[in-house]
T-cell receptor
Framework: EAQVTQNPRYLITVTGKKLTVTCSQN?????MSWYRQDPGLGLRQIYY???????DKGDVPEGYKVSRKEKRNFPLILESPSPNQTSLYFC???????????????FGNGTRLTVT | GENVEQHPSTLSVQEGDSAVIKCTYS??????FPWYKQELGKRPQLIID?????GEKKDQRIAVTLNKTAKHFSLHITETQPEDSAVYFC????????????FGGGTRLMVKP
Protein backbone atom coordinates (compact mmCIF):
# COMPACT_ATOMS: atom_id res chain seq x y z
CA GLU A 1 0.00 0.00 0.00
CA ALA A 2 1.32 3.44 -0.99
CA GLN A 3 1.79 5.48 2.14
CA VAL A 4 3.73 8.00 4.18
CA THR A 5 4.62 6.68 7.63
CA GLN A 6 5.43 8.92 10.57
CA ASN A 7 6.58 7.90 14.01
CA PRO A 8 5.76 8.40 16.75
CA ARG A 9 2.08 9.41 16.63
CA TYR A 10 2.26 11.04 20.04
CA LEU A 11 5.26 12.45 21.87
CA ILE A 12 5.53 14.29 25.17
CA THR A 13 8.92 15.68 26.06
CA VAL A 14 10.60 18.35 28.13
CA THR A 15 12.28 21.56 27.07
CA GLY A 16 15.76 21.03 25.71
CA LYS A 17 15.65 17.26 25.18
CA LYS A 18 16.59 16.47 21.60
CA LEU A 19 14.07 14.47 19.62
CA THR A 20 13.59 13.08 16.13
CA VAL A 21 10.35 12.40 14.29
CA THR A 22 10.79 9.91 11.49
CA CYS A 23 9.09 9.97 8.11
CA SER A 24 9.26 7.35 5.40
CA GLN A 25 7.46 7.00 2.05
CA ASN A 26 7.27 3.98 -0.24
CA UNK A 27 6.13 5.75 -3.43
CA UNK A 28 9.58 6.68 -4.74
CA UNK A 29 8.63 10.35 -4.42
CA UNK A 30 11.38 12.89 -4.93
CA UNK A 31 9.70 15.69 -2.99
CA MET A 32 9.19 15.53 0.77
CA SER A 33 8.12 18.19 3.20
CA TRP A 34 7.31 18.85 6.85
CA TYR A 35 4.38 20.97 8.04
CA ARG A 36 3.13 22.04 11.41
CA GLN A 37 -0.55 22.57 12.03
CA ASP A 38 -1.76 25.04 14.61
CA PRO A 39 -5.35 26.22 15.20
CA GLY A 40 -6.33 29.03 12.84
CA LEU A 41 -2.97 29.01 11.09
CA GLY A 42 -3.50 26.13 8.70
CA LEU A 43 -0.52 24.10 7.58
CA ARG A 44 2.79 25.91 7.60
CA GLN A 45 5.81 24.49 5.88
CA ILE A 46 8.92 23.90 8.00
CA TYR A 47 11.42 22.35 5.59
CA TYR A 48 11.25 20.61 2.27
CA UNK A 49 13.49 18.45 0.13
CA UNK A 50 13.51 18.23 -3.65
CA UNK A 51 15.73 15.15 -3.71
CA UNK A 52 18.43 13.26 -1.83
CA UNK A 53 20.89 15.62 -0.09
CA UNK A 54 18.82 18.65 -1.19
CA UNK A 55 16.91 20.46 1.57
CA ASP A 56 15.56 23.99 1.95
CA LYS A 57 13.81 26.13 4.52
CA GLY A 58 10.08 26.63 4.38
CA ASP A 59 8.10 29.35 6.10
CA VAL A 60 8.85 28.43 9.73
CA PRO A 61 12.25 26.65 9.91
CA GLU A 62 13.57 28.11 13.18
CA GLY A 63 14.32 25.46 15.78
CA TYR A 64 14.17 22.55 13.33
CA LYS A 65 16.61 20.51 11.28
CA VAL A 66 16.08 17.89 8.60
CA SER A 67 18.18 15.49 6.58
CA ARG A 68 17.64 13.56 3.37
CA LYS A 69 20.28 10.87 3.13
CA GLU A 70 17.96 8.42 1.40
CA LYS A 71 15.09 9.05 -0.98
CA ARG A 72 12.47 7.39 1.21
CA ASN A 73 13.35 8.98 4.57
CA PHE A 74 13.06 12.57 5.76
CA PRO A 75 13.43 12.88 9.54
CA LEU A 76 12.59 16.05 11.45
CA ILE A 77 14.99 16.92 14.26
CA LEU A 78 14.39 19.26 17.17
CA GLU A 79 17.78 19.82 18.77
CA SER A 80 16.43 21.74 21.77
CA PRO A 81 12.62 21.68 21.81
CA SER A 82 10.73 24.55 23.37
CA PRO A 83 7.06 24.85 24.41
CA ASN A 84 6.23 26.96 21.33
CA GLN A 85 7.01 23.90 19.23
CA THR A 86 4.06 22.08 20.74
CA SER A 87 2.02 21.32 17.65
CA LEU A 88 0.69 18.71 15.25
CA TYR A 89 3.30 17.80 12.65
CA PHE A 90 2.73 16.28 9.24
CA CYS A 91 5.18 14.83 6.80
CA UNK A 92 4.15 14.78 3.14
CA UNK A 93 5.54 13.62 -0.17
CA UNK A 94 4.83 13.94 -3.86
CA UNK A 95 6.38 13.52 -7.28
CA UNK A 96 8.86 16.17 -8.20
CA UNK A 97 7.17 19.58 -8.52
CA UNK A 98 7.22 20.90 -12.02
CA UNK A 99 6.10 24.22 -13.43
CA UNK A 100 3.66 22.52 -15.77
CA UNK A 101 2.38 19.77 -13.52
CA UNK A 102 1.65 19.64 -9.83
CA UNK A 103 1.42 16.32 -8.06
CA UNK A 104 -0.89 15.95 -5.06
CA UNK A 105 0.68 15.80 -1.64
CA UNK A 106 0.35 12.57 0.29
CA PHE A 107 0.34 13.16 4.03
CA GLY A 108 1.43 10.96 6.89
CA ASN A 109 -0.86 10.38 9.86
CA GLY A 110 0.68 13.14 11.93
CA THR A 111 2.70 13.43 15.12
CA ARG A 112 1.25 15.31 18.05
CA LEU A 113 4.13 16.80 19.99
CA THR A 114 3.85 18.35 23.43
CA VAL A 115 6.86 20.13 24.92
CA THR A 116 6.58 20.99 28.62
CA GLY B 1 5.57 34.77 -1.70
CA GLU B 2 2.08 33.41 -2.00
CA ASN B 3 -0.58 34.32 0.59
CA VAL B 4 -3.84 32.42 0.81
CA GLU B 5 -6.83 33.58 2.84
CA GLN B 6 -9.78 31.31 3.54
CA HIS B 7 -13.29 32.16 4.73
CA PRO B 8 -15.23 31.39 6.76
CA SER B 9 -13.21 29.81 9.56
CA THR B 10 -16.28 27.91 10.75
CA LEU B 11 -19.43 26.99 8.88
CA SER B 12 -22.50 25.24 10.20
CA VAL B 13 -25.18 23.95 7.84
CA GLN B 14 -28.21 21.71 8.03
CA GLU B 15 -27.98 18.31 6.41
CA GLY B 16 -29.03 18.58 2.79
CA ASP B 17 -28.08 22.24 2.44
CA SER B 18 -25.15 23.49 0.38
CA ALA B 19 -21.87 24.74 1.77
CA VAL B 20 -19.48 27.19 0.14
CA ILE B 21 -15.92 27.93 1.23
CA LYS B 22 -13.96 30.74 -0.40
CA CYS B 23 -10.25 31.40 -0.80
CA THR B 24 -8.24 34.24 -2.23
CA TYR B 25 -4.62 34.13 -3.31
CA SER B 26 -2.04 36.79 -3.99
CA UNK B 27 0.36 35.37 -6.60
CA UNK B 28 -1.14 35.83 -10.05
CA UNK B 29 1.29 33.18 -11.36
CA UNK B 30 -0.22 30.42 -9.18
CA UNK B 31 -1.49 27.65 -11.39
CA UNK B 32 -2.69 24.81 -9.16
CA PHE B 33 -5.42 24.93 -6.50
CA PRO B 34 -6.15 21.79 -4.47
CA TRP B 35 -8.62 21.28 -1.65
CA TYR B 36 -7.89 18.97 1.26
CA LYS B 37 -10.31 17.48 3.77
CA GLN B 38 -9.15 16.64 7.25
CA GLU B 39 -11.44 14.56 9.44
CA LEU B 40 -11.01 14.75 13.17
CA GLY B 41 -7.74 13.17 14.26
CA LYS B 42 -6.74 12.23 10.72
CA ARG B 43 -4.44 13.48 8.00
CA PRO B 44 -5.43 15.90 5.25
CA GLN B 45 -6.53 14.16 2.08
CA LEU B 46 -6.98 15.61 -1.37
CA ILE B 47 -10.64 15.79 -2.42
CA ILE B 48 -10.51 17.88 -5.56
CA ASP B 49 -8.13 20.16 -7.41
CA UNK B 50 -8.24 22.60 -10.29
CA UNK B 51 -5.61 23.99 -12.59
CA UNK B 52 -5.46 27.53 -13.89
CA UNK B 53 -6.57 26.63 -17.40
CA UNK B 54 -9.95 25.43 -16.11
CA GLY B 55 -12.75 27.54 -14.63
CA GLU B 56 -14.79 24.83 -12.93
CA LYS B 57 -14.50 21.18 -11.99
CA LYS B 58 -17.05 18.82 -10.51
CA ASP B 59 -16.87 15.47 -8.79
CA GLN B 60 -20.25 14.19 -7.64
CA ARG B 61 -21.42 16.50 -4.83
CA ILE B 62 -18.34 18.69 -4.76
CA ALA B 63 -17.23 21.35 -7.20
CA VAL B 64 -14.53 23.96 -7.35
CA THR B 65 -14.62 27.22 -9.27
CA LEU B 66 -11.68 29.46 -10.13
CA ASN B 67 -11.71 33.14 -11.04
CA LYS B 68 -8.18 33.99 -12.14
CA THR B 69 -8.93 37.65 -12.73
CA ALA B 70 -10.16 38.14 -9.19
CA LYS B 71 -7.68 35.62 -7.80
CA HIS B 72 -10.19 33.61 -5.87
CA PHE B 73 -11.47 30.06 -5.88
CA SER B 74 -14.28 28.34 -4.06
CA LEU B 75 -15.35 24.89 -2.91
CA HIS B 76 -19.02 24.01 -3.24
CA ILE B 77 -20.56 21.01 -1.50
CA THR B 78 -24.17 20.22 -2.35
CA GLU B 79 -26.61 18.00 -0.45
CA THR B 80 -24.34 17.99 2.58
CA GLN B 81 -24.22 14.92 4.79
CA PRO B 82 -22.95 14.46 8.37
CA GLU B 83 -19.85 12.71 7.04
CA ASP B 84 -18.90 15.93 5.26
CA SER B 85 -18.15 17.40 8.69
CA ALA B 86 -14.42 18.10 8.75
CA VAL B 87 -11.84 20.82 8.37
CA TYR B 88 -11.27 21.87 4.76
CA PHE B 89 -8.08 23.50 3.54
CA CYS B 90 -7.57 25.31 0.29
CA UNK B 91 -4.09 25.76 -1.14
CA UNK B 92 -2.36 27.48 -4.01
CA UNK B 93 0.82 26.59 -5.78
CA UNK B 94 2.99 29.58 -6.46
CA UNK B 95 5.91 30.02 -8.77
CA UNK B 96 8.36 28.75 -6.15
CA UNK B 97 8.31 25.03 -6.86
CA UNK B 98 10.09 24.25 -3.64
CA UNK B 99 7.43 25.81 -1.49
CA UNK B 100 4.92 24.08 -3.66
CA UNK B 101 1.73 24.77 -1.74
CA UNK B 102 0.62 27.61 0.51
CA PHE B 103 -2.39 26.65 2.60
CA GLY B 104 -5.32 28.69 3.81
CA GLY B 105 -6.16 28.74 7.50
CA GLY B 106 -8.87 26.09 7.21
CA THR B 107 -12.65 25.98 7.55
CA ARG B 108 -14.37 23.79 10.10
CA LEU B 109 -17.57 22.56 8.49
CA MET B 110 -20.27 21.13 10.74
CA VAL B 111 -23.25 19.43 9.13
CA LYS B 112 -26.15 19.07 11.52
CA PRO B 113 -28.40 16.04 11.03
Amino acid sequence: EAQVTQNPRYLITVTGKKLTVTCSQNMNHEYMSWYRQDPGLGLRQIYYSMNVEVTDKGDVPEGYKVSRKEKRNFPLILESPSPNQTSLYFCASSLRPDSSYNSPLHFGNGTRLTVT
Amino acid sequence: GENVEQHPSTLSVQEGDSAVIKCTYSDSASNYFPWYKQELGKRPQLIIDIRSNVGEKKDQRIAVTLNKTAKHFSLHITETQPEDSAVYFCAASGTNAGNMLTFGGGTRLMVKP
